[in-house]
């Protein structure tokens, strides 16, 4: 079952069906689909997606998923999945665009990657980042991630791999 977390500002909170139209209106945001390298998903396949998660992952225990909280604000999204890209765990992360640039970006993957050795005992956890995305590049390397590899998508847009130790 997906914990409920905390770190200096935020909590980490497993989804509840009140915050469905939050997690929608992030996920269709423009601007965050951008950074996450995501194309526009119709609304209903949103609403699909989150009701899933309560109906399928939650029970199912397939993996941590959370909608991110300050100031009793829904700021985004995070999540510690097994990736088809390497044989490992990913985190992944969306935050709204007004919260970006004051340290939350670098207090969620703190907090995942604590999490990820503490609670799910994983020695090591991915990241992908798209190239162009320099802000988030420059805060994977303050926080110690090595560059893995470029995986580069059919639409020739590249996206760069990362690992870290849980140990760090």
Do not use: C
Request: no cysteine.
């Amino acid at each position: 079952m997906t914990p409920t977390l905390h770190s200096e500002r935020l909590e980490f909170t497993p989804y509840r069906s009140e915050d469905e139209e939050a997690f929608v209106t992030l996920l269709r945001n423009e601007e965050v689909r951008r950074w996450m390298g995501q194309d526009e998903v119709p609304e209903d396949d949103l609403r699909k997606a989150f009701r899933m998660i309560l109906t399928d992952i939650y029970p199912k225990g397939l993996f941590d998923v959370w909608g991110l909280w300050h100031e009793g604000r829904y700021i985004g999204h995070a999540e510690a999945k097994k990736t088809g890209n390497v044989d490992g765990h990913e985190l992944i992360t969306a935050l709204a665009p007004e919260y970006w640039g004051k340290g939350f970006g670098t207090e969620i993957v703190r907090a995942l990657v604590r999490h990820a050795g503490d609670n799910l005992g994983l020695k090591e956890v991915y990241g992908m980042v798209g190239a162009e995305n320099a802000a988030s590049l420059a805060m994977a390397e303050r926080l110690g991630f090595s560059h893995v590899r470029d995986v580069v998508g059919d639409d020739g847009a590249v996206t760069k791999m990362f690992v870290i130790s849980t140990a760090t």
